[in-house]
């Protein structure tokens, strides 16, 4: 019982007998590619047994003269069973290279996927068993491309940040402009303000050297007589 894909190679001498995609839970597959004989799929069933259930977890089973490698996270199982020659660091380097392609191109959960659905991760698997089969002399070109692109991930994340930086940048400037701004109109209020008082006050000292006067000039007049100022000549 195997779950999502399965897939063997066409080459019996190929070094990676077959790979599969399971679902943890109960390590049931739904699209069966298998082309080995039953007591394989035994051995495979057998292999797949011993991770059931295990969260984010490597394991290796010996069956004489078969390498089974098994790596599993939340939800599935990826499982190669490979030639006991073969490099395990290659097995593995072959089960996350599955892993990932099998997380991007199914984003729903586990437990929803159909045999019909999971059909097309058949075709990115036999090209991941195709590559990591060739010669161990590969290994090493593998490992360099596997490097770069780690730092092709790295690179686009940084011009990433570079561009956020440049645009929150933009958007501090813009808003600086829009409080210089802010800023020169309060100025100018504040000025005309501060006119219009000093005018007020003007005016208002204007009025009462005015009044004064009035007041000085009609309290002469009473003391003197007259507007005439007849009583005090």
Not at 61 to 68: G, I, L
Request: charged share 25%; hydrophobic share 40%; with cysteine.
């Amino acid at each position: 019982s195997y779950s999502f894909c399965t897939l063997l190679s066409k080459n019996s001498n190929m070094p990676i007998y077959c790979a599969a995609a399971a679902r943890l839970s109960d390590v049931a597959v739904l699209c069966g590619d298998m082309r080995t004989h039953e007591a394989f799929d035994t051995r495979l069933n057998d292999a797949l047994a011993s991770i059931k259930g295990k969260v984010n977890n490597r394991l290796s089973v010996s069956q004489e003269q078969y390498q089974f490698h098994m790596l599993s996270d939340s939800a599935v199982v990826m499982i190669c069973a490979c030639d006991d020659k073969f490099p395990r660091k290659i097995a593995f380097q072959l089960l996350e290279e599955m892993k990932k392609t099998f997380l991007r191109m199914y984003i729903e959960p586990v437990h929803t996927l159909t045999s019909s659905v999971c059909n097309e991760f058949r075709e990115p698997l036999k090209e991941l068993v195709d590559t990591h089969s060739e010669n161990d002399g590969n290994a090493k070109v593998r490992e360099i491309k596997g490097a770069l692109e780690d730092v092709k991930g790295v690179m686009i994340q940084s011009l990433d940040k570079v561009i956020d930086r440049g645009s929150k940048l933009d958007t501090i400037a813009e808003q600086s402009e829009e409080l210089n701004s802010a800023a020169e109109g309060f100025r100018k209020s504040a000025r005309a303000v501060k006119q219009k008082v000093w005018w007020q006050n003007v005016r208002m000292k204007i009025a009462l050297a005015f009044g004064l006067i009035l007041f000085i000039v009609i309290i002469s007049m009473i003391f003197c007589g007259g507007p005439d100022y007849s009583g005090c000549r």
